[in-house]
């Protein structure tokens, strides 16, 4: 006899795993090197959320300076981390509502709509960040986003695709808290 059903009970830790990888993702973002790029041939550009470094390639070291002297640096970081600690502050809140075993669906809404909050923060962030940046700062050649500005955006996406599940959860209350028989695909007769 195979039984294959969906049981919420078990499946509940998942949204704050997910919570915990966005946050990874959000860590990577903020400590990585590599937000924009740009090589040509005399010199290499490499910027971060935090500085824009410059460096001739016979030279062995880079020359770097602040984006905080900039209103629109302290502007995209602010916001960044805004974002940031809006989803740290709903992962703690996530794990204290999914480790109570009653389950506190009365704030799950609410975590999702601080998610999407979060998401709005990270995304001004996002969309601040290489539209000043390239219009401010002269880096010759071709501009790349690179891998840390991707993992922002990742983080941005999983906030919104997050605040969906935790907006959707409470509709589903009596199977995550086990009041309902699991329904199974398949049964044998």
């Given at each position: 006899m195979v039984?294959c059903?969906?049981?919420?009970?078990?499946?509940?830790w998942?949204?704050?795993?997910?919570?915990g990888?966005?946050i990874?993702?959000?860590?990577?973002?903020?400590a990585?090197?590599?937000?924009?790029?740009?090589?040509?041939?005399?010199?290499?550009?490499?910027?971060?959320l935090?500085?824009?470094?410059?460096k001739?390639n016979?030279?062995?070291e880079?020359?770097?300076?602040?984006?905080?002297r900039?209103?629109?640096?302290?502007?995209?970081?602010?916001?960044?981390?805004?974002?940031?600690?809006?989803?740290v502050?709903?992962?703690?809140?996530?794990?204290?509502?999914?480790?109570?075993?009653?389950l506190?669906f009365s704030?799950?809404?609410g975590?999702g709509?601080?998610?999407?909050?979060?998401a709005?923060?990270?995304?001004?962030?996002?969309i601040?960040?290489?539209?000043k940046f390239?219009?401010?700062?002269?880096?010759?050649g071709?501009?790349?986003?690179?891998w840390?500005?991707?993992f922002?955006?990742?983080?941005?996406?999983?906030?919104?695709?997050?605040?969906?599940?935790?907006?959707?959860?409470?509709?589903?209350?009596?199977?995550?808290?086990?009041?309902?028989?699991?329904r199974?695909?398949?049964?044998s007769s």
């Amino acid at each position: 006899m195979v039984q294959c059903g969906l049981d919420y009970t078990r499946c509940r830790w998942i949204l704050p795993l997910l919570l915990g990888i966005a946050i990874i993702f959000g860590l990577i973002a903020l400590a990585g090197e590599g937000w924009l790029e740009s090589e040509t041939m005399p010199r290499q550009h490499q910027a971060s959320l935090w500085r824009s470094c410059t460096k001739l390639n016979g030279e062995p070291e880079w020359q770097c300076n602040s984006l905080m002297r900039y209103a629109w640096g302290r502007a995209a970081a602010a916001t960044f981390l805004i974002g940031f600690i809006i989803l740290v502050i709903c992962f703690v809140l996530a794990i204290i509502a999914f480790a109570i075993n009653t389950l506190l669906f009365s704030f799950v809404r609410g975590l999702g709509g601080l998610l999407f909050v979060a998401a709005l923060f990270s995304i001004f962030c996002l969309i601040i960040y290489p539209v000043k940046f390239t219009q401010e700062i002269d880096m010759e050649g071709v501009n790349m986003f690179s891998w840390a500005y991707g993992f922002a955006w990742t983080t941005a996406i999983m906030e919104i695709g997050l605040g969906f599940f935790f907006c959707c959860l409470p509709g589903y209350e009596d199977e995550i808290l086990g009041n309902v028989k699991p329904r199974y695909f398949y049964t044998s007769s």
